[in-house]
């Protein structure tokens, strides 16, 4: 995709650090080491603390969870039993108020998650692996094995979300993709919705080039009514897989989902 464009559509290494309106239409932006540009049309796409948000509305983000992240490289030489226990794909173990979970990455090694609830902890209670393992005490220990295999420090990140239902009043010249549009608890959306994002906005934008204002509008009232339900069932899921009775609340939730559809 890069290749198709003109070499310097894209700059890499300039982060934003303000936009404001120019007088007549569009924005200057400033980046970090004082770089200076301007733009017609300006689409926030810089994720979880954009920046651009706040040009749109002064909603806050609240944490919701803790992820602690591991890696265990070299899979299948270095550990082919861990490579063998998660498979080609993803392995979650959802215990109480806690997940462990474990994903195949394309670069032959796991990437190994814990998930806890918002507890207030700093987060360099979760920098020992020992630490760890403790937390998963009594745990089978070909599951903690992902643990004590992981290489290097863990990484312990607070998770954030908007409130869902988040919307703010349209200001010519500049939308929102992504997480900078609408933060939610990580149960296997956001990405999604992010690219759904950009594939419509650039569909009104191409199919209006004249208009880019109407084009943005309808691209936001849309992407509103898409993203309320997601959020509110991305809170739901969240809160299901880290509660006291996750694994049964999981079964019953699957059960249900897969229940046949009644025909009297
Ligand atoms: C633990 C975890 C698991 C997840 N699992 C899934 C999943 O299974 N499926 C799924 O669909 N989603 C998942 N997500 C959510 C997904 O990662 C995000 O929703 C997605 O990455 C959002 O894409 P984005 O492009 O909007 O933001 P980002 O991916 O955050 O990209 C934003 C970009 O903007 C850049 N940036 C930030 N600030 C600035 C600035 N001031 N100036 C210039 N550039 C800037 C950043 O460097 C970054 O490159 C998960 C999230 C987490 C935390």
Redesign the pocket.
Known sequence: MLDSLAGDTVVWR????AATPRPDQGWDLTFHGGRRTNCDILIG???????VRSLLTDVGTSYVST?VELNVEDVDRRHPDLAELVGPGNLWCVGVNQILSAQRLGDGGLRV?ISLRAEGRPLDTYLDKRALLDMFAGWNPRLTALIEAADGTPTP?L?EAMPSGTRWTNRPGVTL????AHLMP?V?????Q?MLDAAELADHLAANPADPGTAIRTYEESMFTRIRPIAEMSARVQSMMLSPTASDDIVRFFSRTAEPARTD
Do not use: C, F, Q, T
């Open positions: 300039h982060r934003l650090v796409a810089d994720g979880a603390r954009s920046v992820v998650g990140r998770i993709i992504g997480d900078a990580p296997g959306e956001g990405a999604n992010a």
